[in-house]
C-alpha cells in the first residue's frame, strides 16, 4: 500500500506571496492532518480534516486554511506569506473511524521558504 | 490540558548499549501516547503506540516503551542500540479533550548513538 504523499517536496516563495500544498492519504484513509514543524516550536497542529468537513483547528492565524476532496485528498493553504512561515509542512492521515486510538502515518513533508 | 515533555534534548549512548528517551504526560482521562523517529530530511515514522493493557509495548525495530500510570511516564527503551538509530525521537499524547481529533508532540529528544 502506498503511504502518505505530499506534493512538493521544496517550494520557495517570496514574502507575500500565497502557496497551496498537497497532500494524498493512504488509500482507505479519511481523515487528513497537517502540522508546522520549525526548529524554535517543534511540531504544532494546524488543522484536521475528516469526510471533507474540518473537525479540529490548532492556533494559527487565518492565513493558514485547508480544504478536503471527496477522494480523502487534502490542500493546505498559506496567504500572505512571512519569513516566520518557512517550515516542515507535514501531512499524516488515519482511518478515522477507530476514535482516538488509530495511527497517524505521517508523509515525507513540504519543505517551504520564504524569502 | 493535555501536555508532553520531554526533558533531554539530546541522548548519546554508545553502540550496542542500552539507550532510554525519556517522556512524561499530562492528560484528563486515559492516555493515548505514542512515539515516532524522524530522520533527517524525512516525515515522522511511527514506532509504537500505548492505548490500553500491558504497561511495556513492543515496536518497530527493536523498540519498546513502558508506560507507567504512577509516574505519568512513557520511557522509550531499546536493548542495544545501533549507529543506524541516531535520529530524532517524538513522544506525542492524543489531546481528545477538546472533542476532536488532535496530536500533542513533545519538543523531541536527538539520538546520538557513536560506533
Known amino acids: 500500500k502506498a503511504g502518505v504523499t505530499q506534493t512538493p517536496r521544496y517550494l520557495i516563495k517570496t514574502r507575500g506571496q500565497q502557496v497551496t500544498l498537497s497532500c494524498s492519504p493512504i488509500?482507505?484513509?479519511?481523515?487528513v492532518s497537517w502540522y508546522q514543524q520549525t526548529p524554535g516550536q517543534g511540531l504544532q497542529f494546524l488543522f484536521e480534516?475528516?469526510?471533507?468537513?474540518?473537525?479540529n483547528k490548532g492556533n494559527f492565524p487565518g492565513r493558514f486554511s485547508g480544504r478536503q476532496f471527496s477522494n480523502s485528498r487534502s490542500e493546505m493553504n498559506v496567504s500572505t506569506l512571512e519569513l516566520g512561515d518557512s517550515a516542515l509542512y507535514l501531512c499524516?492521515?488515519?482511518?478515522?473511524?477507530?476514535?482516538?486510538?488509530?495511527?497517524?502515518?505521517f508523509g515525507p513533508g513540504t519543505r517551504l521558504t520564504v524569502l | 490540558a493535555q501536555s508532553v515533555a520531554q526533558p533531554e534534548d539530546q541522548v548519546n549512548v554508545a553502540e550496542g548499549n542500552p539507550l532510554t528517551v525519556k517522556c512524561t504526560y499530562s492528560?484528563?482521562?486515559?492516555?493515548?501516547l505514542f512515539w515516532y523517529v524522524q530522520y533527517p530530511n524525512r516525515g515522522l515514522q511511527f514506532l509504537l503506540k500505548?492505548?490500553?493493557?500491558?504497561?511495556l509495548v513492543k515496536g518497530s525495530y527493536g523498540f519498546e516503551a513502558e508506560f507507567n500510570k504512577s509516574q505519568t511516564s512513557f520511557h522509550l527503551k531499546k536493548p542495544s542500540a545501533l549507529v543506524s538509530d541516531s535520529a530524532l525521537y517524538f513522544c506525542?499524547?492524543?489531546?481528545?479533550?477538546?472533542?476532536?481529533?488532535?496530536?500533542?508532540f513533545g519538543a523531541g529528544t536527538r539520538l546520538f548513538v557513536k560506533a
Open positions: 492528560v484528563s482521562g486515559n492516555p493515548y
Open positions: 480534516y475528516f469526510s471533507e468537513t474540518q473537525r
Open positions: 500505548y492505548i490500553t493493557g500491558d504497561n
Open positions: 506525542a499524547v492524543r489531546d481528545i479533550s477538546t472533542g476532536g481529533f488532535k496530536t500533542i
Open positions: 499524516a492521515s488515519r482511518v478515522g473511524l477507530a476514535g482516538d486510538t488509530d495511527t497517524q502515518y
Open positions: 488509500s482507505g484513509h479519511r481523515s
